[in-house]
């Protein structure tokens, strides 16, 4: 008895978790970080920012495991159901955490029931993006031309329910504009769209906007954040142009199978605050358009909860049906 007080005084030391449930310290093993997208995509690239230095802190290797499939639902899902022993954890966009639910027939997984919020990563704007042939260069002059020709303008969208689709419909409501919704695979395939002139405008990353934007081929008219975006501080939001309150950014964020030991949670959390908030992340973040955020679980499992009720009206006001 003595020497296991011994022991577990020792791993405390080190910085480990004594889960006599388990019969080990955690962590004993490496760590599996599952991001539900192919490698190179968004959340892969900021996800391999902090597996790094979370691996030094918690002194096991954090793998990525990519298991893209079903708009990040499949890898989701299989976080969902793994073993909440503390070495899965998923690295994923608001999409499978908050719309899916509401737009998804048959989902394999509930969020609210079986993960645990552990912190929110990253948040992004989106960017309003207009082929420069229309020859405007302001919003103004976009909902002016949208209401002359009502039903005519298109706009491009990575899929029904994703947040490029969510955030022009929340701004036609608000705009009073009706133009059509293409959905695309993605982003690159909208961009090869408005330079073909198959559709005029888009809600888009600013990691693949911006850089067509620098090049002319894009005309970018504001970005979706309350204040200006630390990323694109040149860009007017969409509030200061006339739409009080709009808000639609883009999230990452760090989730567990629920019942994972909360001990375990708050340790990994603790550390991606620490990590997020360093100088060095920070610029890494904001050379992939991202601002750096790192919560408590308590303030993503808020912000879960805001998001689902606000594009939950949304849908509603829009008429998206699920698929």
Do not use: C
């Not at 979370?54 to 899902?77: E, K, S």
């Not at 969902?80 to 989902?107: C, H, M, R, W």
């Not at 409501?173 to 009706?178: K, L, M, Q």
């Not at 994972?260 to 708050?266: G, L, M, S």
């Amino acid at each position: 008895m003595q020497r296991r007080h011994l022991l577990q005084a020792g791993a405390s030391a080190l910085g480990s978790l004594a889960l006599p449930s388990f019969g080990e310290a955690w962590p004993a093993r490496p760590i599996k970080l599952v991001v539900p997208f192919p490698a190179g995509s968004s959340p892969d690239i900021i996800g391999r920012l902090v597996a790094e230095p979370l691996a030094q802190a918690l002194g096991q290797p954090v793998v990525i495991d990519n298991r893209p499939g079903a708009g990040g639902n499949l890898g989701t899902g299989v976080v969902a159901k793994a073993e909440p022993d503390g070495y899965t954890f998923l690295f994923t966009i608001q999409g499978p955490l908050v719309t899916a639910p509401l737009l998804s027939k048959g989902l394999s997984y509930d969020p609210v029931k079986e993960l645990a919020p552990v912190s929110l990563v990253a948040t992004s704007p989106n960017v309003l993006v207009v082929d420069p042939k229309l020859g405007i260069s302001t919003l103004a002059e976009f909902v002016r031309l949208a209401k002359d020709k009502k039903g005519q303008l298109n706009y491009g969208s990575v899929g029904n329910g994703s947040a490029s689709h969510l955030a022009m419909e929340l701004f036609k409501t608000r705009a009073g504009i009706d133009i059509v919704h293409v959905p695309y695979q993605g982003f690159p395939q909208i961009v090869n769209a408005i330079l073909a002139g198959q559709v005029q405008a888009g809600f888009m990353v600013p990691g693949i906007a911006m850089g067509q934007v620098r090049a002319g081929k894009l005309r970018a008219l504001g970005v979706t954040t309350l204040g200006r975006a630390a990323s694109l501080p040149e860009l007017p939001t969409l509030v200061e142009q006339g739409y009080p309150g709009f808000e639609a950014i883009s999230w990452q964020a760090v989730l567990a199978p629920a019942k994972t030991p909360q001990a375990i949670i708050d340790r990994v959390a603790m550390e991606l605050v620490r990590i997020i908030k360093s100088a060095d992340v920070r610029g890494k973040m904001l050379g992939q358009y991202f601002s750096a955020a790192g919560t408590a679980p308590e303030a993503l499992a808020g912000l879960m909860k805001t998001e689902r009720e606000r594009w939950a009206l949304v849908i509603k006001a829009a008429g998206v049906t699920p698929e």
